[in-house]
């Protein structure tokens, strides 16, 4: 069946820097992404979202840009710091007649350096 | 207002017996999904609920799991005769509707089966 997946699964960046994390996605009636944060011992935490109309979005220190012709989606953190390290998640959905619940791809752990 | 609230947040059980988790989501959304994550794994979709309805319960792994919600508020998520396979961390998120994609997620309740 159609997945949701992530290149790397763990990624080590020195504090201060910027980190991308990569998603590949495979479903090409998805038109909703998300991804999320998820620490230890909690659950994900919502972080910044894309339509498929759209190809960039960002917010505070992250950014989420969206290639639909290579159905890649990807996380930019700039100035990462110590609270970024997490499980980082991408999910998909397709809005007009999917399966209601979000698929998700396994996550990659990032790590920040001190 | 308060996010997302589950409980209880640890539950451990023997093999065979039966388990109910609980969901409280925020207030004034009607949309609620229940998640299975196992150790090192993505999210999995078990259920959909709009209101007190539950139009997909594609996701449900077998019989032996069932979920209700009553009110359009309150989910309980009940596995029946416990195995081992069941141990993971069930997660429940909501969405203000189904419409609104973005998933607030609980805390998660952490499922051990002895």
């Known amino acids: 069946g159609e997945s949701v997946g992530l290149h790397l699964p763990t990624l080590s960046v020195q504090e201060g820097d910027n980190s991308i994390i990569n998603c590949a996605y495979s479903?090409?009636?998805?038109?909703?992404f998300i991804w999320y944060k998820q620490e230890s011992g909690k659950g994900p935490q919502f972080i910044i979202d894309i339509r498929s109309n759209m190809d960039k979005r960002q917010g505070q220190r992250v950014t989420v840009l969206l290639n639909k012709t290579v159905k890649h989606l990807s996380l930019q953190i700039a100035a990462t710091q110590p609270g970024d390290s997490a499980v980082y998640f991408c999910a998909e959905k397709n809005s007009g007649g999917g399966a209601d619940g979000l698929t998700f791809g396994k996550g990659t752990h990032l790590i920040i350096q001190p | 207002g308060a996010g997302v609230s589950q409980s209880p947040s640890n539950k451990v059980t023997e093999k065979g017996k039966d388990v109910e988790l609980r969901c409280d989501p925020i207030s004034g959304h009607t949309a609620l999904y229940w998640y299975r994550q196992s150790l090192g794994q993505g999210l999995e979709f078990l259920i959909y609920f709009q209101g007190n309805s539950a139009p997909d319960k594609s996701g449900l792994p077998s019989d032996r799991f069932s979920a209700e919600r009553t009110g359009g508020s309150v989910s309980t998520l009940t596995i029946q005769r416990t195995q081992q396979e069941d141990s993971a961390v069930y997660l429940c998120?909501?969405?203000?509707?189904?419409?609104?994609?973005?998933?607030?997620f609980g805390p998660g309740t952490r499922l051990l089966v002895l």
């Open positions: 998120a909501s969405s203000s509707s189904r419409a609104q994609e973005t998933q607030y």
């Open positions: 479903n090409s009636a998805s038109d909703y």
